[in-house]
T-cell receptor, first 114, second 116 residues
Framework: AQKVTQAQTEISVVEKEDVTLDCVYE???????LFWYKQPPSGELVFLIR????DEQNEISGRYSWNFQKSTSSFNFTITASQVVDSAVYFC???????????WGAGTKLIIKP | DTGVSQDPRHKITKRGQNVTFRCDPI?????LYWYRQTLGQGPEFLTY????????KSRLLSDRFSAERPKGSFSTLEIQRTEQGDSAMYLC??????????????FGPGTRLTVL
């Protein structure tokens, strides 16, 4: 069965702290794709990153970085020097090669306090 | 590209009434999805169109729900005889293709439905 687990329901940190959001996935497929989306209070899901299963290189985009480890089936997301505007719910999602439906985690609500 | 747009953004209705939502995907995106999201949960897949063809429907989509995409551009989602359990955010997403990063779905702002 395919599944995405985001064990952290809510995280609260003070501005400028670094924070890591965990994502653990389950699939038997060898080819799959992982995504992170951000959902601010306005409600729109904003695409952040897509990673395929053959590319284990970590990625950095400004203050955002992603650590993909197939050995632990994890695709964790780190925000460095967090800002209040980073406050949102963050979703991790999985897609298998066999279809285009996304399997979603339950999301992690991130609160950045000034 | 302009993003995915949805209308209305908010809808309040009384139980038993019919409601219709509209989604305009990103131009040239021929794949379109509808999702439902309740508080504290990730999106739940409802249905998927490739051009005007509805290729997949979730079991969540009861007979009271119907979706169309008549010309392969905008789509509508209708809920008949609404129930309080239908209260949720209804999200639309589109994607361009199948190869490489073209599979990425881009989402609209959603329509928040409240059934009284």
């Amino acid at each position: 069965a395919q599944k995405v687990t985001q064990a952290q329901t809510e995280i609260s940190v003070v501005e400028k702290e670094d924070v890591t959001l965990d994502c653990v996935y389950e699939t038997r497929d060898t080819t799959y794709y992982l995504f992170w989306y951000k959902q601010p209070p306005s409600g729109e899901l904003v695409f952040l990153i897509r990673r395929n299963s053959f590319d284990e290189q970590n990625e950095i985009s400004g203050r955002y970085s992603w650590n993909f480890q197939k050995s632990t089936s994890s695709f964790n997301f780190t925000i460095t020097a967090s800002q209040v505007v980073d406050s949102a719910v963050y979703f991790c999602a999985l897609r298998m090669d066999s279809n285009y439906q996304l399997i979603w985690g339950a999301g992690t609500k991130l609160i950045i306090k000034p | 590209d302009t993003g995915v747009s949805q209308d209305p953004r908010h809808k309040i209705t009384k139980r038993g009434q019919n409601v219709t939502f509209r989604c305009d995907p990103i131009s040239e995106h021929n794949r379109l999805y509808w999702y439902r999201q309740t508080l504290g949960q990730g999106p739940e897949f409802l249905t998927y169109f490739q051009n005007e063809a509805q290729l997949e429907k979730s079991r969540l989509l009861s007979d009271r729900f119907s979706a169309e995409r008549p010309k392969g551009s905008f789509s509508t989602l209708e809920i008949q005889r609404t129930e309080q359990g239908d209260s949720a955010m209804y999200l639309c997403a589109s994607r361009k293709g199948t190869s490489g990063s073209l599979d990425t779905q881009y989402f609209g702002p959603g329509t928040r439905l409240t059934v009284l």
